[in-house]
């Protein structure tokens, strides 16, 4: 069974940083690609950005409205993939959760979610 | 504003049918972009509904389809359900396959 498991969340001030993590079980680990959607209170869902597999390099690649404050990584002897955020910004606010592709490809869907963790931006 | 444009709000009886759509207005996303769809009941995670237009995951009831024709998406639901109330994203991607992930804005569908 696919398990994906985040946390990290909480209460963060404008201009700090929050590292979130998301503990994978279940399948080929290292294969897999792996995504961030947030969902802000009350709104809809914003890609935050993915990692891919180390055979397709092992990069990332991220929204423009995160790109250059946040990082996916991914530690595959943990099945982990992280997001550290810094600079975060009261839009930051949102339920982050952890999404697998069903296969290793950008035109593949998300299969499993994880639960969510809840980011909270605010002096 | 979304690129994938989806109405905030559907309706239906319980055993009626209803539709939501998803209208592309990015060149980015072209007519060769598949869209997917997610089931999201409140309080939950968000759940694969729909897959490349109109492949269903096994387990997604057959009164749930969806259809696409050049830069717009349909989700078809037949035979209402009080349980089928949720809200309902479609998905697509940049079609150099290595840009964004791009959502709908959403859709309530409210089961009367």
């Known amino acids: 069974e696919v398990k994906l498991v985040e946390s990290g969340g909480g209460l963060v001030k404008p201009g700090g940083s929050l590292r979130l993590s998301c503990a994978a079980s279940?399948?080929?680990?290292?294969?897999?690609?792996m995504s961030w959607v947030r969902q802000a209170p009350g709104k809809g869902l914003e890609w935050v950005g993915r990692?891919?597999?180390?055979?397709?390099?092992?990069?990332?690649d991220y929204a423009a409205s995160v790109n250059g404050r946040f990082t996916i990584s991914r530690d595959d002897s943990k099945y982990t993939v992280f997001l550290q955020m810094n600079s975060l910004k009261t839009e930051d606010t949102a339920v982050y959760y952890c999404?697998?592709?069903?296969?290793?490809?950008?035109?593949?869907?998300?299969?499993?979610w994880g639960q969510g963790t809840l980011v909270t931006v605010s002096s | 504003q979304s690129v994938l444009t989806q109405p905030p709000s559907v309706s239906g009886a319980p055993g009626q049918r209803v539709t939501i759509s998803c209208t592309v207005s990015?060149?980015?996303?072209?007519?060769?972009?598949?869209v997917h769809w997610y089931q999201q009941l409140p309080g939950t995670a968000p759940k694969l509904l729909i897959y490349?237009?109109?492949d269903r995951p096994s387990g997604v009831p057959d009164r749930f389809s969806g259809s696409k024709s050049g830069t717009s998406a349909s989700l078809a639901i037949t035979g209402l359900q009080a349980e089928d109330e949720a809200d309902y994203y479609c998905?697509?991607?940049?079609?150099?396959?290595?840009?964004?992930?791009?959502f709908g804005g959403g859709t309530k569908l409210t089961v009367l």
């Open positions: 999404a697998l592709y069903a296969a290793p490809y950008a035109d593949y869907p998300f299969d499993h």
């Open positions: 490349h237009n109109n």
């Open positions: 990015s060149s980015n996303i072209g007519a060769g972009s598949d």
């Open positions: 279940g399948f080929t680990f290292f294969n897999a690609w």
């Open positions: 990692v891919k597999n180390r055979l397709d390099g092992g990069t990332s």
């Open positions: 998905q697509s991607y940049d079609s150099s396959l290595s840009g964004p992930v791009v």
